[in-house]
């Protein structure tokens, strides 16, 4: 899930500000912080249920 969002938005011009792997969770964000354009995607592994997936964008100006 996250290297889904990273590859699109490295792909869009945005760099890496945010990294985290902790336990069941993984986040990842990247900005171009010159026009605000931003993306954050966390997602956490749950037993036995779906991955619980938070995503975060702006298009910045």
């Known amino acids: 899930m996250i290297d889904f969002y990273k590859q699109r938005a490295e792909a ?3 760099a890496q500000v945010m990294s985290l792997n902790r336990g069941d969770t ?5 900005a171009v912080p010159a026009n605000g354009a931003m ?3 966390v997602a956490t592994a749950a037993d036995q249920a779906p991955t619980s997936v938070q995503l975060s964008w702006s298009a910045g100006q």
């Open 12 to 14: 869009a011009g945005l």
């Open 39 to 41: 993306v954050q995607v």
């Open 26 to 30: 993984v986040a990842y964000g990247a």
